[in-house]
């Protein structure tokens, strides 16, 4: 067997998942892979999951079963050491930015670098100023975040998320809060990451433009279960109601029997 046709072990695994807040369970025998070089979409209406999903898969959280593999290591078996050292090989980008206000933003993008290694001050500067230029903000790295407009504390973030060149990026709602040709152009960004830094990327968000225009494949998740993974075209053209409801936008009235309204009444459900 030639090196090409040797399968490639997926960047994420994920099985049989299951997740409870206390008594109300939030995801239910979630099963999924992402392979490397993938960006894979994770959708769903409020309340369907998404955001536990993207934390679990953060190593944020403990689910109460099931199992999580990133970058070939079985979460639930790492030591604290173990799992520092992973972590130092994924890219957060926060939905908000969640850059330091009393920082500027050449001092944001060196974070990660002064906690994470031991190079010289010089060395940082110039791996930041890099990525500030891969987002298009080499010319801002002086100001503030309060000086920045909604669009470029995005990219500031992007590129902390990227100054380690994490082999794993997860986005939280990157287009949330932004006018269109912005969103448009971050979309173009999230592309341009995958293709030139070879990056495997996780995306939660509900902008549906965002995700057919991104996506190798999507996560379509509804009250703590997947509906259905796959290509932009299958699940565009997917016959489940529930999916052709999400991409719609129409609301979908619960059904609940009057039992099970009594005992939501009572605070027992």
Do not use: W
Request: glycine content about 6%; some cysteine; aromatic content about 4%.
């Amino acid at each position: 067997m030639t090196q090409a046709q040797i399968p490639q072990q997926p960047v994420i695994e994920v099985n049989n998942l299951v997740t409870h807040y206390g008594e109300r369970k939030i995801l239910n025998d979630v099963s999924l892979t992402i392979q490397q070089g993938e960006i894979m979409v994770i959708m769903g209406g409020s309340g369907s999951g998404k955001s536990t999903l993207l934390r679990h898969l953060m190593a944020l959280e403990r689910a109460t079963s099931g199992s999580i593999k990133l970058l070939g290591n079985e979460l639930g078996s790492l030591s604290q050491m173990e799992l520092y050292k992973l972590c130092r090989k994924i890219g957060v980008s926060f939905q908000g930015g969640a850059l330091f206000s009393s920082m500027t933003v050449l001092e944001n993008i060196i974070l990660p670098l002064h906690e994470h290694t031991d190079l010289d001050r010089m060395t940082m500067e110039i791996m930041a100023r890099m990525k500030l230029q891969v987002v298009d903000l080499a010319p801002f790295e002086d100001l503030m975040p309060s000086q920045l407009s909604g669009g470029m504390i995005k990219r500031a973030a992007i590129a902390r998320a990227i100054v380690m060149d994490p082999a794993l990026l997860f986005f939280d709602e990157p287009s949330a809060g932004l006018d269109p040709v912005v969103s448009s152009a971050l979309d173009e960004l999230i592309l341009e990451l995958r293709d030139a830094m070879r990056m495997t990327i996780v995306v939660v968000t509900h902008e549906l433009d965002s995700a057919f225009k991104i996506a190798d494949r999507i996560t379509v998740l509804d009250k703590g279960e997947i509906l259905t993974i796959g290509t932009v075209d299958e699940v565009r053209n997917s016959s489940n109601e529930r999916i052709q409801n999400l991409l719609n936008r129409r609301f979908e009235e619960e059904e609940l029997d009057p039992d099970e309204y009594l005992r939501r009444l009572m605070g027992q459900s």
